[in-house]
Structures are given as structure tokens and as C-alpha cells.
T-cell receptor
């Protein structure tokens, strides 16, 4: 069964910490994405990548960075966590072409 | 610019009754439209998509959606709701940059016994 795996389901971090959220897919997909989900706002795109070592900013990249050193892994980095980054973070991947996303189960991050 | 609107934050329906979750979109060119469902504390799961062809698309769990180009709508429907259908539903459109999806704000579906 194909899947996208996010390393943590729940995470609690302190303000100012550097936070790494990991995402791994086993489908050999070219495209990978990071979204955050907040009530009433739906899903907002943070960053995406369409190839190894390639990255593009989404709609809300401020305060985040990403890394894609291998095709299967896409990491989201919060350089200095702040309380307004408390959210549900969703990773997704897709093949090139007219295909939908496959989502991970999400990481609920709380910054205190 | 691409965008998706889900005008209802919440839809309530009795078990066994038909349900509709509304979605309208704005996109230049031909739209690629999707519906996803999210159960509590889970990621999103694919339900169905419209790329081209028949305007009525059938998907998982008995759901279907009707593409209406003149009304720029892609409403999700099911003839007979189940309590287990209660979840958060997202409509999405894939933009001209094929790598990017634009999601609606989500509609919470409550099916009561």
C-alpha cells in the first residue's frame, strides 16, 4: 500500500526552538508539498518541491524553510518556532501529470 | 488566479437522506477538480476527481460529484448519507502550474442518526 509517512503525529516545542518536520513517500513521486491547516482557513501551501534539491515558495513561506536532498524525503524546518506556528502540518506527494495528492496523516505541532 | 469556495462551513443531514456539499471554483482554462475527505486527526483522503469527460463523476464510498461548467460548480453528492460519512470535506482545483492545488476552506458534514 503506497503511503506518505510523517515522522511525528504530535509535537510540542518551545518558542525559539528550531523544529524539523519529516516526510517520506514510497511512491517515487516527483512532487512533494507542505501545507498547514487551520480552522476556517483550510489548507495553505507553505513550500513545494518538484524535484530533488528544487523548492518553490507557496503562499505562506515566511518563517519556514525546506530541504529535499533525496527524492523520497521532504523536510519542513521552522527556523525559530513561534506560537503562531501552532497548527496541523500536512505533507503530500503527487506524480507528474493529472493526478491527485496522497497525504500523510499530519503532524499537530504546538509551540509553547 | 485560481480559487475555490465552499460556501457552507457546516452541513447537517439525517442518516438515509441525500446530501450535497457545495463547491464553486474560479480558474482560467479547463479545471481539474478534486474532492478530499478528512477524518479527525488524520490526513486528507482522495474521494474523486474531474479531469475531462462525463460531467457526473463517481468516487469512493458511494460519493459522486457533478461538474457544471456554466455555474463553475463541482458539488459533492450522495444519495443516502451514513453516520460514518461525518467528516470534513475539501474541494480543490489544480492550477495551471500542475504542481499546485488550491483548496477550499472545508465543509464539516454532520450526519445524525
Amino acid at each position: 500500500d503506497v503511503k506518505v509517512t510523517q515522522s511525528s503525529r504530535y509535537l510540542v516545542k518551545r518558542t525559539g526552538e528550531k523544529v524539523f518536520l519529516e516526510c517520506v513517500q514510497d511512491m517515487d513521486h516527483e512532487n512533494m508539498f507542505w501545507y498547514r491547516q487551520d480552522p476556517g482557513l483550510g489548507l495553505r501551501l507553505i513550500y513545494f518541491s518538484y524535484d530533488v534539491k528544487m523548492k518553490e515558495k507557496g503562499d505562506i513561506p515566511e518563517g519556514y524553510s525546506v530541504s529535499r536532498e533525496k527524492k523520497e524525503r521532504f523536510s519542513l524546518i521552522l527556523e525559530s518556532a513561534s506560537t503562531n506556528q501552532t497548527s496541523m502540518y500536512l505533507c503530500a506527494s503527487s506524480a507528474a501529470g493529472n493526478y491527485g495528492y496522497t497525504f500523510g496523516s499530519g503532524t499537530r505541532l504546538t509551540v509553547v | 488566479a485560481q480559487s475555490v469556495a465552499q460556501p457552507e462551513d457546516q452541513v447537517n443531514v439525517a442518516e438515509g437522506n441525500p446530501l450535497t456539499v457545495k463547491c464553486t471554483y474560479s480558474v482560467s482554462g479547463n479545471p481539474y477538480l478534486f474532492w478530499y475527505v478528512q477524518y479527525p486527526n488524520r490526513g486528507l483522503q482522495f474521494l474523486l476527481k474531474y479531469i475531462t469527460g462525463d460531467n457526473l463523476v463517481k468516487g469512493s464510498y458511494g460519493f459522486e460529484a457533478e461538474f457544471n461548467k456554466s455555474q463553475t460548480s463541482f458539488h459533492l453528492k450522495k444519495p443516502s448519507a451514513l453516520v460514518s460519512d461525518s467528516a470534513l470535506y475539501f474541494c480543490a482545483v489544480r492550477g495551471h502550474n500542475f504542481n499546485k492545488f488550491y483548496f477550499g476552506s472545508g465543509t464539516k458534514l454532520n450526519v445524525k442518526p
